[in-house]
């Protein structure tokens, strides 16, 4: 049974703040994923939790005993990471036998222990191989596997996929859930990629610069974001977000351009209700929610600047015209648009959403 807490944990180098007032809670068997942009704090998490970098304050806590004091190697965590670090003289075998030689594990029991877990992995062929002879996938089971072998309370795992082909990821992220399925132990995995996020956590905890924008499910995160930053990370491509000034119930300034408002009873009440003429927003519109050949609420001109063929969609860059403030559109309808073409596209209020311009947080009308 393994609970993680982390409770106001703050973390500067020198005087630079690196993490601030970090706060979260796994309960026992949850995968959490940690995601963000490079630079974002997410390794410093893991490494303190892990124990081989100090908080300047704040605590972590393993099933209710706050272990800031504990050395690494007493924390029972196991971690794995992107460059997978195996020792390259040894074999397969003894690369996974290594972690149970250090605890002085009988050799019986450590034999038993690499073949049960190099066959849930899927390497067991490979024992008497070096790492040089794998490929970048297998070498990353046997990483996964030495940290498995040790069977600890908790595993940090910190961008493991990144090294691997896009193929090889897709696949090795199914595995490792239904590994994270079978061990039922306790995971936090860091990435980067929001696609990696939304697909692999059952709770998503969101970085920027040293601190939680959000944290929720992925469904939460993708169509609940608590303000412009998750918006606009999350998303493939993310959300497209607009200054917004009302002017009045039928005029409002879009990226600065008047425009007139068009076919707009909902519109229209909602400014009334909530008083909003003269107010300034950010409009958040998701790629997919803007419609061509529609006239509702605001209908915006605009130039393509390209399209990409993602399969069954297609995704068209545009900018706004006279404002030149670039966006994208999201259709599944075949695409007769070509590069240039002049387009109007519509945003329906009641699929928009709106931000406070300062604090860039989400308001809800
Ligand atoms: N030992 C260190 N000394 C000084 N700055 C550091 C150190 N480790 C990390 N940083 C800085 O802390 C910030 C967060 O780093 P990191 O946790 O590695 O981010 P991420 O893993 O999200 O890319 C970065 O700006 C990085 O330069
Ligand atoms: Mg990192």
């Known amino acids: 049974m393994t609970k993680l807490q982390i409770k106001n944990l703050y973390k500067n180098f020198e005087s630079t703040k690196i993490l601030e007032d970090i706060n979260l809670k796994i309960e026992d068997g949850e995968f959490v994923v940690l995601v963000g942009p490079s630079g974002s704090g997410k390794s410093t998490i893991l490494r303190i939790i892990a124990g081989l970098e100090t908080p300047t304050s704040g605590e972590v806590i393993i099933n209710n005993k706050v272990i800031n004091d504990l050395k690494p190697k007493d924390r029972d965590i196991a971690m794995v990471f992107q460059n997978y670090a195996l020792y390259p003289h040894m074999n397969i075998y003894d690369n996974l036998a290594f972690p149970l030689k250090m605890k002085h594990v009988e050799k019986t029991k450590i034999e038993k222990s690499v073949n049960d877990t190099s066959s849930m992995l899927g390497i067991q062929h490979y024992l008497k191989k070096k790492p040089k002879e794998l490929s970048g996938g297998e070498r990353q089971r046997v990483a996964l596997g030495r940290a498995i072998i040790r069977e600890p309370q908790l595993f940090l795992m910190d961008e493991p996929l990144s090294n691997l082909d896009a193929k090889l990821r897709t696949q090795m992220r199914a595995e490792l859930l239904k590994l994270h399925k079978s061990l039922s132990s306790t995971v936090i995995y860091v990435t980067h990629d929001q696609i990696e996020a939304l697909t692999m956590g059952n709770k998503i905890a969101i970085l920027n610069h040293g601190k939680i924008q959000q944290l929720g499910t992925p469904d939460e995160i993708y169509n609940d974001p608590a303000n412009t930053f998750v918006a606009g990370f ?101 695409c007769n648009l070509k590069r240039n073409d002049k387009i109007k596209v519509t945003i329906d209020i009641k699929k928009a959403y709106f931000f406070d311009e300062k604090t860039q947080k989400r308001i809800y009308f």
Do not use: C, W
């Open 234 to 334: 999350i998303g493939n491509p993310g959300m497209n977000l607009f200054t917004l000034e009302i002017i009045s119930n039928t005029k409002v300034l879009f990226q600065e351009t008047p425009i007139e408002l068009t076919n707009t009873s909902h519109f229209q009440e909602l400014i009334k209700k909530n008083n909003l003429t003269n107010k300034k927003f950010i409009l958040g519109i998701r790629p997919e929610h803007l419609l061509l050949n529609e006239e509702k609420d605001i209908t915006l001109s605009a130039n393509i600047d390209l399209i990409e063929m993602l399969g069954n969609e297609f995704l068209i860059y545009a900018n706004v015209r006279n404002s030149g403030s670039n966006f994208s559109i999201k259709v599944t309808d075949k």
